[in-house]
């Protein structure tokens, strides 16, 4: 993780010897609307040695938000580049944790899936000549964290991977919004668990930036 984030702050430092004019700090806000898939089955043993699949399904849509500073500088006149950090808490789900033997569905339980991030990106930008519209890309790394309830398994943290689109407007010299797309993976080591648990997360999001 510490090579990934080292690679990705020189790509914004080297983007500032070309130029000086324009560079700005800022902090946004951003609000999600995140969906998360449990895209693998574990493989687990009971203790008669019976071998069994879980897999966490059906969770729920949540409405989420995440917290953003950073830098961006002028790359031209039209492309630009920013490297940001970020916290994203995406949101509480429930679902059911369901366990299958011999291909039968054996039991089905509640459980309720918590997920968090910290996140470096990186950020370039095209911006439309005289039409105050952007269109960026988001590459990431960060730590994420999942925490589960009503059920025996507790938590678990991994590095992740995050990409994503973003359309965006200026209002003011001071105050950009943004649309956009965004997805993760994360595959999570949890204590008792041979097979990690891996997470596909993807969000929809609305956001705003204050540039000083």
Known sequence: ?????????????????????????????????????HSNKLNLVELDGTPYTEQIKNLSKETSFGLNIGRQVPLSSNLACALEFEYINFGSYTGTKDLVVNNIPY??????????????????????????????????????????????????????????????????????VSLGYRAAVAS?????????????ITSFYFGGKYKF
């Open 107 to 176: 039991e089905s339980n509640a459980i309720g899936v918590d997920l968090t991030t910290f996140n470096l990106n990186l950020k370039p930008k095209y911006y439309v000549p005289g039409m105050g519209l952007y269109l960026g890309a988001l590459i990431g790394v960060g730590g994420y964290r999942i925490e589960f309830s009503k059920a025996s398994t507790s938590s678990g943290s991994t590095t992740g991977f995050n990409y994503g689109v973003e359309l965006g407007y200026a209002v003011s010299p001071v105050f950009d």
């Open 1 to 37: 993780m510490k090579k990934a984030l080292i690679i990705l702050a020189l790509g914004v430092l080297s983007a500032n010897v070309s130029a000086k004019e324009g560079e700005y700090w800022y902090v946004g806000l951003d609000i999600l609307n995140t969906k998360v898939k």
């Open 188 to 200: 999570f080591e949890v204590a008792n668990v041979k097979d990690d648990y891996e997470m596909d």
